[in-house]
């Protein structure tokens, strides 16, 4: 069974950096997601195995998705983040052959524990 293993939240200021990490082998699309306190659960980026992205508009021009050479870790670099970015951030990963099928949790078979992102003012 494919495991997938998210890490790399931590507390950061309004304005500052964060890259989270995505253990997930195998050639899936991988997903990341967000939920904050009261609210549902939403898409942030995802990048098929062979490379197509998709952002949620939030995320256009200040986060990137990417996966490294050997294809076993897909990071969320991102920037200037702002408060409203605050939520448990979890990666997922499935089998799919559509990118917009990409923004549709439900696609998803495997998902990570999450991992909490702060950001203060």
């Known amino acids: 069974q494919m495991q997938v293993q998210g890490s790399g939240g931590g507390l950061v200021q309004a304005g500052g950096s964060l890259k989270l990490s995505c253990a997930a082998s195998?050639?899936?699309?991988v997903g990341w997601f967000r939920q904050a306190p009261g609210k549902e659960r939403e898409f942030v980026a995802s990048?098929?195995?062979?490379?197509?992205?998709a952002y949620a508009d939030f995320a256009k021009g200040r986060f990137t998705i990417s996966r490294d050479n050997a294809k076993t870790t897909v990071y969320l670099q991102m920037n200037s983040l702002k408060v409203e970015d605050t939520a448990v951030y979890f990666c997922a990963s499935g089998v799919m052959s559509s990118l917009n099928w990409s923004r549709n949790w439900e696609k998803y078979d495997f998902w990570g524990q999450g991992t909490q992102v702060t950001v203060s003012s």
């Open positions: 195998g050639s899936h699309t």
């Open positions: 990048e098929t195995w062979s490379g197509a992205t």
